[in-house]
């Protein structure tokens, strides 16, 4: 765990969950494991306060828990998993595109709380849509139903482990912390519910007096009505799911650019084809003959068989080696080989930042190195056609910033270095590492960027809200135009440049978290696909 990793961490915790978490959550990230009686008195809180912080970071699987042996439980904090707090608005868009709007929203619904019933979900997802819907239309429960029917179908959320049950015997004390179990095959079954009804507008009343009443009328209700059909059944969102479909995505838009759109659309089909039957950590995908290829293609595409067998044997027996023939039955076993494109992903994006950083000669050297693996200083000059001086040059500018290695190979024991060849490499693993730790300082500039100029304008923006909560109440009570005028001028024409300047600014900052973000995804999935697994 890096110290960058620890920042981005901590900062990412602060933004949104408050101060109290954040020290929790930090504490866990530096020491690892430690019981509750460790916690409470190494960050010097209070007991309940740190109950509460543990209970909010488990709720959004930040933290886990386990009994040891000798009777007491231990926390751990998932570092990994708070990094991908980063990647929250990606996972709402992508369900945005997939299943509209209500996909995206029972996504933030999900991320928001962490864990949650299907039938609250649902509820609380069609109340929001019928807010965004013209006077007398409601949204039906129905119509969530089904949309989260088919984010489970294909496996976007998942259900919770649950606490499985065992007959209570009166004497037996229950144990210090539950063991939480999940049967794979029921992960993605969902609950038959009849959920009957339609979402509910707010009343147009003081939202304090709304929220008032509101609070009693659940309580109330919580007295009165029998739990919901799918009470104990929770859901939460599948993060290696989107990870895979945004791999998906990647590979077939690298396809695009180096072939053409219907080679990306056959490689496309491919994915789609296996995407549930393969698991996101595979290095290949299931193996797909290219009949069963013809017969998945979109009805848009009218290819005929004997071309889509062309484009197939094109694509494997391109260098790069995305796809890949694993035999010869049903006109043709092919495979897409998941781990060799995320190689390539993270290579392209090495060159990419080698030529945004060095320049172009500097990247014609690294691609050099990258094809021929080893070369001396006179090989290097020779092969990319640069002149001495400039090639030596451009060589210790990416030997010093470590995207270029040194090998010593000496003919003598004795290591002279005039009997010893020095031949310039490129190790792309350590160059993704090296890079990914300076992504994470990026997002962490970028954030504490993004607070700072908030922080700066403050009172500004707190004058500017007030404004447009007085506007909202009075445009409600249907006051005169000359009034809201009036009210407007209240923050002068400076005043408006500079919101709208802070404005720009945020957006611009915001916009390069995810981009850097994209980067992260990329190294991160490289260097995961790296790891061997037992």
């Known amino acids: 765990m890096t110290q960058a990793e620890i920042k981005l961490c901590s900062l990412l915790l602060q933004e949104h969950f408050g101060e109290i978490v954040e020290k929790i959550g930090t504490y866990l990230i530096r020491t690892g494991t430690q019981p509750l009686r460790m916690i409470v008195s190494d960050t010097g809180l209070l007991l309940d306060q740190v109950k509460k912080a543990l209970c909010v970071l488990i709720q959004h699987n930040l933290v886990t828990y386990q009994l040891q042996k000798r009777g007491f439980v231990e926390y751990e904090a998932q570092c990994k998993r708070v990094l991908r707090i980063l990647r929250y608005p990606r996972y709402i868009y992508t369900a945005k595109t997939l299943y509209s709007d209500t996909g995206e929203l029972i996504v933030e619904e999900l991320l928001l709380n962490g864990k949650m019933t299907m039938s609250a979900v649902v509820r609380k997802v069609a109340d929001r849509l019928t807010e965004t819907m013209e006077d007398g239309k409601t949204m039906d429960y129905a119509d969530v139903s089904n949309t989260f029917v088919r984010l489970a179908d294909t496996h976007f959320v998942q259900r919770c482990p649950l606490v499985p049950e065992t007959p209570e015997s009166p004497d037996a004390l229950p144990p210090p912390a539950p063991t939480l179990v999940i049967n794979e095959k029921d992960m993605y079954v969902v609950p038959r519910l009849n959920l009957v009804g339609k979402g509910k507008r707010r009343r147009s009343c003081d939202e304090e007096e709304n929220g008032e009443h509101k609070a009693k009328k659940q309580k109330q209700d919580g007295e009165s009505s029998e739990p919901p059909p799918d009470d104990g059944i929770y859901w939460q969102v599948n993060i290696d799911r989107f990870h895979q479909h945004f791999r998906d995505q990647g590979i077939v838009s690298a396809v695009a650019n180096r072939m053409d759109q219907t080679s990306s659309e056959i490689v496309r089909t491919m994915l789609r084809m296996s995407e549930v039957t393969t698991s996101s950590s595979a290095p290949y995908t299931q193996p797909l003959s290219s009949n069963e290829i013809f017969r998945s293609l979109p009805a848009g595409y009218n290819i005929v068989k004997q071309v889509l067998d062309q484009y197939l044997t094109l694509l494997a027996d391109d260098p790069l080696e995305f796809v890949g023939k694993s035999g010869d039955s049903g006109g043709g076993m092919y495979t897409v080989n998941l781990h060799k494109a995320l ?50 040059d451009m060589l210790y500018k990416m030997l010093s910033e470590n995207f270029v290695s040194l090998q010593e190979i000496p003919k003598t024991p004795d290591h002279a270095p005039s009997r010893t060849f020095y031949l310039y490499t490129v190790n792309v693993l350590s160059s993704a590492r090296m890079l990914l730790h300076r992504c994470y300082k990026s997002v962490a500039n970028l954030i504490e960027r993004r607070q700072y100029e908030t922080k700066e304008n403050k009172r500004l923006l707190e004058k500017s809200q007030r404004v447009e909560a007085i506007l909202a109440s009075m445009q409600a009570t249907g006051a005169e135009e000359a009034q809201l005028q009036e009210i407007e001028e209240m923050i002068t024409a400076p005043e408006r440049q500079q919101l709208e300047t802070l404005k720009r600014n945020v957006n611009k900052l915001d916009a390069s978290e995810n981009q850097v973000d994209e980067t992260i995804f990329v190294l991160e999935s490289f260097l995961e696909s790296t790891v061997k697994r037992p």
């Open 343 to 392: 190689a390539s992903l993270a290579t392209a994006t090495l060159e990419s930042i080698v030529e945004e950083r060095f320049g172009s000669r500097c990247a014609r050297i690294f691609r050099l190195l990258l094809r021929k693996k080893h070369l001396e200083q006179k090989q290097v000059e020779d092969f990319a056609m640069i002149p001495a001086k400039e090639a030596k």
